[in-house]
């Protein structure tokens, strides 16, 4: 797998990833759509995004090309498509079987609709080849064709049908995101477009019948890590929650294993995605003699480090919650050097620290640093600054 794809606990800031400004972009060219939709006296159609619902939208994008409408009350077939995959699973007792939803539905769009670029070329071709002009999803499900668009709006659609009618619980979205293509110029990305589905345990599911995945985000994710050639589905966030889960792991390590007793080896996370540590983790008879690289600094018992390393933790994010909210009043890049300078002296003043949490702690810092040197070169990245300094305050609070 080529180098700049891997993912790893402490990637590099500047390392090629997914980008995922699709959806913003989306949004941005939407607009004289719907001013077209509203004159003529129809309800403007939303963009079909990460985070929006799939009915009733509109997929669009920079890549030109078609705008896919996404309607099952207008389209028979994807009604159809809903009523066959939940006939499929149906028991004889009238419930169904939710285990198998899914791979119905991955199994019935790699059958009933095959990547053909060729075909969707000729279909564009005979809507007179115009960039924005609207296309049914149903036109490409009769010609059984699409490519990779086409098929996670499919199976999105259908998803989202057995979620209407209470058959599952979970929620679904199209999520779509940019990588550099292999070998190419910097400025030259691929986009793909694929299906999330979040059941209601709360476990991500990955459906794309385009590149052959069908499986759990968790997985995917190793996959990558072991350098297998996989699409970086993962969001800012999925990536956030495993570096947090990681440094727990390094901690607990460190600590004789008790948080791996206290959880059955499993990382848990709270309603607002906070991973919870044990209220042991935070008594003052813990030692952290066997979290250390190196030797204890003559003047700092173990408690002191542990009272000091959260103290400095919670000072930090509180000042990256204070940055966040006051972006718009104080200079962002000049909040973002403070955090880092932050950041430099705990590591300076604590280099006791387990080594996964000192790179955590350096992942943090590189980003603060980036946007610090970034933001003096261009001044009109306010938006990016306010979601950098989300990021790092989403990092940071996640040690806890």
Known sequence: MPEKYQTSIDPDPNSLESKWGYTQSAQELAYERQMLEFQANKEPRKTIGNGTRIDKGVYEGKYGGEKIVVDSEKEPLISDAVDRVAAAIRRQDGTYDKSKALSTVYNLVCEEMQYDSDIVEGIFESYGRVDGRKIDLGVYIAAHAGVCRHQALYAGIIIEGLCDRGVLQGSVTVNRSMMPREGDRDDQYDGHAWVRYTNSAGQVIIIDP???????????????????????????????????G??????????????????????????????????????????????RNGETPASLTDEEISVKFWASIDNLRDSAKRALDQSGAIDPNVSAGKLSHSIETLLAELPVLPEQTIAYLQQVKAICDSMYKIGYSQKDVSSKQKAVLNQVYEMIRRIQ
Not at 220 to 235: H, P, Q, S
Not at 251 to 277: M, P, T
Request: no cysteine; net charge negative; glycine share 6%.
């Open 210 to 244: 385009a590149q052959h995945r069908f499986d759990t985000l968790d997985n995917l994710m190793k996959l990558r890590r072991d350098n297998e050639e996989v699409w970086d589905y993962a969001r800012d966030e999925d990536k956030a929650k495993y570096r947090g």
């Open 246 to 291: 990681a440094v727990l792991t390094e901690l607990d390590h460190a600590r004789g294993g008790g948080w791996q007793k206290h959880s059955n080896n499993r990382v848990e996370y709270d309603d607002d995605g906070l991973i919870i540590f044990p209220d042991e983790f935070h008594e003052k008879d813990n030692s952290l003699s066997h979290a």
